[in-house]
């Protein structure tokens, strides 16, 4: 009966613990709510350059990701579903990804029908500096950023995302 107790009280510590914000493990320095975001100008995979200031006007999700990566491939069809969603003349979708080689990349944006603006170095993430400046430690890390170029949330956390996206529709 003991043994049986010890247990539930483990699993129970368990479960709570896969209940803790993820935010509070993974995006702890990123970017704070109300923070101006860093200067961005990346090419996509065509070589064609972006800058991110040509969005001003407008909220902007900037989904750092990889197409190597389990948790970012888990969350493609969530942000495939808020792109068909909220995306419109007042929210535009960026994806900046860590893949390091050009052909891995396209394939899986190929694959998985990805058509939001994708931009990208080809550096690792701890080498990237668009990492560094947007303080991206853990992929995914997503952030909406209002129209006057400040972060509204930073977050690894889709749901969180979705909540936000549905307060500016």
Not at 17 to 31: C, G, I, S
Not at 51 to 68: E, I, P
Not at 85 to 93: G, H, Q
């Amino acid at each position: 009966m003991l043994l049986l107790a010890a247990l539930c009280t483990f699993g129970a510590l368990a479960a709570a613990q896969d209940d803790v914000d993820a935010d509070a493990k993974y995006a702890t320095e990123m970017l704070r709510k109300g923070a101006r975001i860093p200067a961005l100008v990346m090419n996509d995979p065509s070589g064609v350059s972006h800058d991110l200031k040509d969005f001003r006007g407008k909220y902007v999700v900037l989904d750092f990701w990889a197409s190597w990566c389990p948790d970012c491939r888990q969350d493609t069809p969530v942000m495939k579903r808020l792109y068909e969603k909220y995306a419109s003349d007042k929210v535009a979708f960026v994806g900046i990804s860590f893949d390091t080689e050009r052909d891995k990349l396209v394939n899986y944006l190929e694959d998985n029908d990805i058509r939001w603006l994708q931009l990208c170095d080809y550096q690792k993430k701890k080498e990237s500096t668009v990492g560094k400046a947007f303080q991206v430690k853990w992929i995914p890390s997503m952030y909406l950023i209002d129209p006057k170029g400040r972060v509204v949330i930073g977050t690894v956390m889709i749901e969180k995302l979705e909540t936000e996206l549905s307060r500016i529709r």
